[in-house]
């Protein structure tokens, strides 16, 4: 009886003791982070100085992989066929979370079935600058020059399906106006047409025009953010302006895998927010023109719902073709 009943104890002791152990907590290794954009650029600035302060947080080593290219399409499509269980995180962005989505439906991914999402991290807005030909001083004057002339403004863009590209389709959507679009292949080409009057206006992210402007060598009517900016509050937003509800930029945040456990989710937003919010790090970002847009976990999951929204509307309306 005795070795029965001690047998008994053995036995309900193992699985106790196994459960007791449980799994390792999280982070337990090495956290791997893509970044779809090449060393350099803003995300990848973004990235390293996270990692270095989610590393500090968490007790994990944060490994920044760049993987640049097809606009983080590529780099999306392998990460949604990672292990969710945190040591694969994405630094996704606007391009592979709406824009290439929204351009081509036949993607082997679609943002909100195949991934998490953790938070939100930082905005990069564009300005509508014009040259200083133009007769407009403000965003109404300006929709007033273009709709006297359909068809004729010059608009330049980054590129065909690029954030400034799907910018100005969703301004000629909001504003009843039909400009000329001419692509060019980057935002530094763009720039140097508006100036030398070669096309008449564009989008531009902050940093590459706003010494120019300072310079009186272009012309700033507005901001695509539904706030002012930091770097150049005395900008107003083009939602102000009369296009209610204008909110367009080049958003990232940091997602994973579908399936990542709550839990994990909950530490990484909590470490997430905390970190952007040290003066380091948001003076950093004010620099190069970025906007904090960390809320929340649910905040970012509806903000990428809109941004899918906006630009399918936007495509569609610009005849934007895959191709």
């Not at 799907?166 to 292949?185: D, Q, R």
């Not at 300072?214 to 107003?236: E, N, T, Y």
């Not at 909110?247 to 839990?263: D, E, I, K």
């Not at 929340?296 to 509806?302: E, L, R």
Request: glycine share 10%; aromatic share 6%.
């Amino acid at each position: 009886m005795k070795f029965s009943l001690a047998l008994a104890a053995f036995v309900l002791a193992v699985p106790l003791a196994a459960s007791g152990q449980g799994a390792a907590p999280y982070p337990s290794k090495p956290v791997r982070l893509v970044v779809p954009a090449a060393p350099g650029g803003n995300p990848d600035v973004l990235a390293r100085m996270l990692g270095q302060k989610l590393q500090i947080a968490l007790g994990a080593s944060m490994v920044v992989d760049n993987q640049p290219g097809a606009g983080g399409i590529s780099a999306a499509i392998g990460i949604a066929k990672t292990a969710p269980d945190g040591y694969t995180l994405f630094f996704g962005e606007s391009g592979s979370m709406a824009i290439g989505v929204a351009i081509n439906p036949k993607l082997p991914y679609h943002p909100l079935r195949d991934f998490t999402f953790i938070t939100g991290l930082a905005s990069v807005p564009t300005v509508l600058i014009t040259h200083p030909s133009v007769p407009a001083a403000n965003l109404q004057e300006f929709i007033s020059f273009a709709k006297a002339r359909p068809g004729q403004v010059n608009f330049g863009s980054a590129g065909i399906g690029s954030i400034h590209h799907l910018t100005l389709a969703i301004l000629e959507l909001e504003s009843g106006t039909k400009m000329l679009h001419v692509p060019y292949k980057g935002g530094s080409p763009l720039v140097a047409a508006v100036l030398a009057g070669e096309v008449q206006a564009g989008f531009s992210g902050i940093p590459n025009v706003a010494q120019s402007i300072r310079a009186g060598k272009l012309r700033v009517l507005g901001i695509s953010l539904a706030q002012r900016s930091k770097s150049m509050p005395d900008v107003p937003t083009l939602d102000e302006q009369g296009l209610k509800g204008f909110n367009v930029s080049t958003t990232m945040g940091l997602q994973a895998a579908a399936g990542l456990p709550r839990t994990i989710v909950t530490t990484l937003q909590s470490a997430v927010a905390k970190a952007l919010r040290e003066p380091d790090v948001a003076e950093r970002m004010a620099s190069m023109g970025m906007e904090l847009v960390e809320n929340g976990t649910d905040h970012y999951v509806q903000f990428v719902k809109d941004d899918l929204q906006r630009f399918t509307a936007a495509v569609k309306a610009a005849d934007i073709k895959f191709e």
